[in-house]
């Protein structure tokens, strides 16, 4: 399911991050299977990019420019839904 072990190339990378953008696109449609969607597919998700960055020999770091944006947008929207849930 998850393997931090090793690098990938950039074609491999390109073709997964393409087709869990296609098929999470097309599950907006139904937005409980979407959430499921997002959650088992978030760890590949993060594995890949580690592979990627090791991979062009950049430091793991690099992940936060990825992750720490997410969460505040995650934040956010949270937020945004109380605000809306008040009116």
Sequence with gaps: YINFD?????Y???MFTLFAFLIGF???IIPYLASVYFLAILLPCICI???RLRDVKL???WIALV????????ILLGCFI???KKR
């Design 67 to 74: 992750i720490i944006p997410f969460y505040i947008g995650v």
């Design 59 to 61: 430091s793991i770091w």
């Design 6 to 10: 090793g690098t990938v190339s950039r």
């Design 82 to 84: 109380e605000i809306m």
């Design 26 to 28: 097309v599950l907006t």
């Design 49 to 51: 990019i580690f592979r």
């Design 12 to 14: 491999p990378f390109w």
